[in-house]
């Protein structure tokens, strides 16, 4: 079983569905306008302005495009145009934004507000989207403050008639971040971040190939000036040697202490050294750091053949990443929502991503919040303004700290039966996906740090019967988050037959926690030996399931390592097959995807992609049942064949159908900038875990785990990363299909729906995104100086 999509490159014309029954009475008709106002664009815009666009003409409303942002609003005329459902096809793989951006001066005097107001309200629009940064959104609060006013002075100016201002009585504000830095607080993404993230990694891995080669040393500027989230999750994806940001710029005397670290790394058999810098950082005293004064302290101080690139706005351009076009889309249907659900009384808000979910934040808060990160830098308060970013920012420096500010202990590996006090066994199970090295790589060295002896385990559970384990240390897993694949080696066994095998090798090895890295297989594999430690006291050991699989079918978290990656090689395979087949415009692509009965690759790819549906398990399909007598029925099996055949029949004299299954290729591939950052995180967390649960089941001399929270799955759940016992998951799976009975991301295919044009669709509005306040989550900082 595998998912499909259908991605239909026919020209041809609808009619337009009618409005969903729930959306509808929930919802007034209005106008809704889009536009942009951001003087630089961020890769993905174009999918927000599609979604929007799209679903405000889905829920009755007008929808039209503002060219130029401000500028375009004050000047008028043909720069606010009526959108239309065809206006917006095509453009889900553009990068920049297809309605233009640009600066504007007269909006910021009130003579130019007076004339956008009065463009606004001779078309009759009452709801604005704002899809920019801070200041853009800023002045969009400041237009909806003052809009009485405004009409009052059009009113007595003659330039708008009472009835006209009367019908235009309100304004209604939602604002959506575009922004490649990722500076906005409140929400863990903004649109253009993941795609700027893809350019970098992708330079970085160019980078590290010709560093290698010539033992060099490497200093790559990234775009930040006033937040370090680019610099710092790049440093966190490639595990560079150090990282300056401008939330929390080095201590005194930095220069000695990077040239050891330097030498440190280079000792330990390292041929290269990566060094990040954003465009804002700076020292203590507020001093910019630049690339060419790190630069030349290292190869006049160290010697090392040194080299710098500053990256500039190849940052901001090229194709959206699959997670920007998901995020776009997610946003630009959330604010349609939020604007027509609005009222006089209604905040201006700000719709955003937290963890898996959509939110509705007020909008000056988040703006408040933002300038209190300024603040806080200014005044010297580091802390505080890595706090006010937000939980996310938070966990990746402290993620990043742990690995690279602490020096490793000696090490010295002599012989397999040595120990510290501490064994750590790491095993890959299942099938291989991209991010699993970069997992394993954070156990290892957040282990290590620990004070703990890590073992890796080769070949999965067969390794662990047939003995293949051996020490691991720090050195050997330098580079590995850059690897796809499985290192370590996997297969799919489950431990079952070897049980007795594995708990003789526990105790030979001496092995006291176990990190399990896999797929659906290493669920079952951790199950069965939770259920065997009735029998095997050598298995009454603290164990942990780090959900690694292309299917995201792991019962207990909503995504999994591997899965972004496969949804982004998926999605360019869907542009380009798009691009091949859009000179006949008469032909419908279907294209068969991993994810066995889990159709999440199959959903998300359809989103990112624009296919016209996508056929999965969980949804079934009742059109084609054929009664074969008045008490039985048979149900077609939805086979890729049988889609082809079905189109391909039906479609005769009217389109070509072609087929594709992409296989493989999905497993493969460099890691996603997301699951390099997610895989590192999870290891990390992993082996914290572990070190705490170790100290509670030490017991006269020895280690004694039989509880049920003592073997967890590590997954992400809504908005943070949680464990959970694996036997509480067993309600919850469906283990004749391998996948969870609940899954978050079906939600989202009423989107899909809509987006592409379905009829009527029945949208769970069960869990309406409610207004958040920002300011409850990170706490007022006193602006004292420390």
Same mark, same amino acid.
């Given at each position: 079983?595998?998912?499909? /999509?259908?991605?239909?490159?026919?020209?041809?014309?609808?009619?337009?569905?009618p409005?969903?029954?729930?959306?509808?009475?929930?919802?007034?008709?209005?106008?809704?306008?889009?536009?942009?106002?951001?003087?630089?664009?961020?890769?993905?815009?174009?999918?927000?302005?599609?979604?929007?666009?799209?679903?405000?003409?889905?829920?009755?409303?007008?929808?039209?495009?503002?060219?130029?942002?401000?500028?375009?609003?004050?000047?008028?005329?043909?720069?606010?145009?009526?959108a239309?459902?065809?206006?917006?096809?095509?453009?889900?793989?553009?990068?920049?934004?297809?309605?233009?951006?640009? @600066?504007?001066?007269?909006?910021?005097? +009130? *003579?130019?507000?007076?004339?956008?107001?009065?463009?606004?309200?001779?078309?009759?629009?009452?709801?604005?989207?704002?899809?920019?940064?801070?200041?853009?959104?800023?002045?969009?609060?400041?237009?909806?403050?003052?809009?009485?006013?405004?009409?009052?002075?059009l009113?007595?100016?003659?330039?708008i008639?009472?009835e006209?201002?009367?019908?235009?009585?309100?304004?209604?504000?939602?604002?959506?971040?575009?922004?490649?830095?990722n500076?906005?607080?409140?929400t863990?993404?903004?649109?253009?971040?993941?795609?700027?993230?893809?350019?970098?990694i992708?330079?970085?891995?160019?980078?590290?190939?010709?560093?290698?080669?010539?033992?060099?040393?490497f #200093?790559?500027?990234?775009?930040?000036?006033?937040c370090?989230?680019?610099?710092?999750?790049?440093?966190?994806?490639?595990?560079?040697? *150090?990282?300056?940001?401008?939330?929390?710029?080095?201590?005194?005397?930095?220069?000695?202490?990077?040239? +050891?670290?330097?030498?440190?790394?280079?000792?330990?058999?390292?041929?290269?050294?990566?060094?990040?810098?954003?465009?804002?950082?700076?020292?203590?005293?507020?001093?910019?750091?630049?690339?060419?004064?790190?630069?030349?302290?290292?190869?006049?101080?160290?010697?090392f053949?040194?080299?710098?690139?500053?990256?500039?706005?190849?940052?901001?351009g090229?194709?959206?990443?699959?997670?920007?076009?998901i995020?776009?889309?997610?946003?630009?249907?959330?604010?349609?929502?939020?604007?027509?659900?609005?009222?006089?009384?209604?905040?201006?808000?700000?719709?955003?991503?937290?963890?898996?979910?959509?939110?509705?934040?007020?909008?000056?808060?988040?703006?408040?919040?933002t300038?209190?990160?300024?603040?806080?830098?200014?005044?010297?308060?580091?802390?505080?303004?890595?706090?006010?970013?937000?939980?996310?920012?938070?966990?990746? *420096?402290?993620?990043? +700290?742990?690995?690279?500010?602490?020096?490793?202990?000696?090490?010295?590996?002599?012989?397999?039966? &040595?120990f &510290?006090?501490?064994?750590?066994?790491?095993?890959?199970?299942?099938?291989?996906?991209?991010?699993?090295?970069?997992?394993?790589?954070?156990?290892?060295?957040?282990?290590?740090?620990?004070?703990?002896?890590?073992l890796?385990?080769?070949?999965?559970?067969?390794?662990?019967?047939?003995?293949?384990?051996?020490?691991? #240390?720090?050195?050997?897993?330098?580079?590995?988050?850059? +690897?796809?694949?499985?290192?370590?080696?996997?297969?799919?066994?489950?431990?079952?037959?070897?049980?007795?095998?594995?708990?003789?090798?526990?105790?030979?090895?001496?092995?006291?926690?176990?990190?399990? #890295?896999?797929?659906?297989?290493?669920?079952?594999?951790?199950?069965?030996?939770?259920?065997?430690?009735?029998?095997?006291?050598?298995?009454?050991?603290?164990?942990?399931?780090?959900?690694?699989?292309?299917?995201?079918?792991?019962?207990?978290?909503?995504?999994?390592?591997?899965?972004?990656?496969?949804?982004?090689?998926?999605?360019?395979?869907c542009?380009?097959?798009?691009?091949?087949?859009?000179?006949?415009?008469?032909?419908?692509?279907?294209?068969?995807?991993?994810?066995?009965?889990?159709?999440?690759?199959?959903?998300?790819?359809?989103?990112?992609?624009?296919?016209?549906?996508?056929?999965?398990?969980?949804?079934?399909?009742?059109?084609?049942?054929?009664?074969?007598?008045?008490?039985?029925?048979?149900w077609?099996?939805?086979?890729?064949?049988?889609?082809?055949?079905?189109?391909?029949?039906?479609? %005769?004299?009217?389109?070509?159908?072609?087929?594709?299954?992409?296989?493989?290729?999905?497993?493969?591939?460099?890691?996603?900038?997301?699951?390099?950052?997610?895989?590192?995180?999870?290891?990390?967390?992993?082996?914290? *875990?572990?070190?705490? %649960? /170790?100290?509670?089941?030490? @017991?006269?001399? @020895?280690?004694?785990?039989?509880?049920?929270?003592?073997?967890?799955? /590590?997954?992400?759940?809504?908005?943070?990363?949680?464990?959970?016992?694996?036997?509480?998951? %067993?309600?919850?799976?469906? &283990?004749?299909?391998?996948?969870?009975?609940?899954?978050?991301?079906?939600?989202?295919?009423?989107i899909?729906?809509?987006?592409?044009?379905?009829?009527?669709?029945?949208?769970?509005?069960?869990?309406?995104?409610?207004?958040?306040?920002?300011?409850?989550?990170?706490?007022?900082? %006193?602006?004292?100086?420390?």
């Amino acid at each position: 079983m595998a998912g499909m /999509l259908w991605i239909d490159v026919y020209n041809s014309v609808f009619q337009f569905p009618p409005i969903s029954s729930n959306i509808a009475q929930s919802l007034k008709i209005g106008t809704v306008s889009v536009m942009f106002k951001q003087p630089f664009c961020a890769t993905g815009m174009n999918a927000a302005v599609r979604a929007t666009v799209r679903m405000g003409i889905y829920t009755g409303a007008k929808v039209y495009f503002v060219h130029e942002g401000y500028q375009g609003l004050v000047d008028g005329g043909d720069n606010i145009k009526l959108a239309t459902w065809e206006s917006v096809s095509m453009m889900l793989h553009l990068g920049g934004t297809v309605i233009g951006s640009a @600066r504007c001066m007269d909006f910021k005097e +009130k *003579w130019g507000r007076l004339k956008a107001a009065c463009n606004l309200v001779k078309l009759g629009i009452t709801n604005l989207c704002v899809i920019g940064g801070d200041g853009s959104l800023t002045g969009a609060n400041q237009f909806r403050t003052e809009w009485s006013e405004l009409l009052a002075d059009l009113t007595k100016g003659g330039k708008i008639s009472a009835e006209e201002a009367n019908r235009s009585s309100h304004l209604n504000i939602v604002g959506m971040v575009g922004s490649i830095d990722n500076d906005f607080c409140g929400t863990d993404m903004t649109i253009g971040t993941d795609s700027a993230l893809h350019r970098i990694i992708e330079v970085v891995d160019a980078i590290t190939t010709t560093a290698q080669s010539h033992q060099r040393t490497f #200093i790559l500027e990234v775009m930040g000036r006033h937040c370090g989230y680019l610099a710092l999750v790049t440093a966190l994806a490639c595990g560079a040697d *150090w990282v300056f940001i401008p939330e929390m710029p080095p201590e005194e005397n930095w220069e000695e202490h990077l040239c +050891k670290r330097l030498i440190a790394q280079r000792g330990r058999g390292s041929r290269l050294n990566v060094i990040i810098l954003a465009e804002g950082a700076q020292d203590r005293n507020q001093k910019p750091i630049t690339c060419d004064q790190v630069k030349n302290l290292v190869s006049k101080k160290l010697g090392f053949d040194t080299r710098s690139t500053i990256l500039g706005h190849v940052q901001r351009g090229g194709t959206p990443s699959a997670f920007d076009r998901i995020l776009g889309s997610r946003m630009g249907v959330e604010a349609v929502m939020a604007l027509l659900e609005a009222t006089p009384e209604t905040p201006a808000c700000v719709v955003s991503l937290s963890g898996n979910m959509a939110v509705r934040l007020p909008l000056m808060e988040c703006v408040q919040v933002t300038k209190d990160v300024t603040v806080a830098m200014t005044e010297g308060r580091f802390e505080d303004a890595v706090k006010l970013r937000g939980k996310s920012f938070q966990n990746n *420096w402290d993620t990043y +700290k742990m690995l690279a500010h602490v020096t490793p202990p000696e090490m010295k590996v002599s012989s397999i039966f &040595f120990f &510290f006090n501490i064994n750590i066994a790491i095993i890959n199970v299942g099938a291989p996906c991209a991010g699993m090295n970069a997992a394993v790589r954070a156990a290892v060295r957040v282990g290590i740090i620990q004070g703990h002896q890590m073992l890796a385990v080769h070949d999965g559970f067969d390794g662990l019967a047939n003995g293949q384990i051996e020490p691991i #240390i720090w050195a050997q897993v330098g580079g590995w988050t850059g +690897k796809g694949g499985s290192n370590l080696g996997t297969k799919r066994h489950l431990p079952g037959k070897n049980i007795e095998q594995i708990s003789l090798n526990i105790t030979k090895f001496n092995i006291h926690s176990l990190i399990i #890295i896999g797929g659906f297989e290493a669920y079952l594999g951790g199950l069965e030996l939770v259920t065997a430690r009735e029998m095997y006291e050598e298995l009454c050991i603290p164990m942990v399931v780090i959900p690694a699989t292309v299917s995201n079918n792991v019962p207990g978290s909503d995504f999994s390592i591997g899965a972004d990656t496969a949804l982004n090689t998926i999605t360019m395979t869907c542009d380009r097959i798009k691009q091949s087949a859009a000179g006949t415009k008469r032909r419908v692509f279907i294209i068969e995807t991993m994810g066995g009965y889990c159709g999440y690759l199959a959903t998300m790819a359809g989103l990112s992609s624009g296919a016209d549906d996508a056929y999965i398990y969980e949804e079934h399909y009742h059109s084609l049942v054929s009664f074969v007598t008045t008490t039985n029925k048979l149900w077609i099996n939805y086979t890729t064949q049988f889609l082809y055949n079905l189109y391909s029949e039906e479609g %005769k004299g009217t389109f070509d159908c072609r087929m594709n299954v992409l296989g493989h290729m999905q497993q493969g591939g460099t890691p996603s900038p997301f699951d390099r950052n997610f895989g590192t995180k999870m290891g990390s967390k992993s082996v914290l *875990w572990l070190t705490n %649960k /170790l100290k509670e089941c030490y @017991r006269h001399g @020895r280690i004694f785990a039989n509880m049920p929270d003592s073997a967890c799955v /590590l997954g992400m759940k809504k908005r943070s990363l949680v464990f959970q016992p694996l036997a509480s998951l %067993k309600d919850d799976t469906d &283990f004749e299909h391998r996948i969870p009975k609940t899954e978050w991301w079906l939600r989202l295919r009423p989107i899909l729906k809509i987006l592409a044009k379905y009829d009527t669709v029945e949208m769970d509005t069960s869990e309406v995104a409610a207004m958040e306040h920002v300011i409850k989550k990170t706490g007022l900082v %006193k602006r004292d100086k420390m």
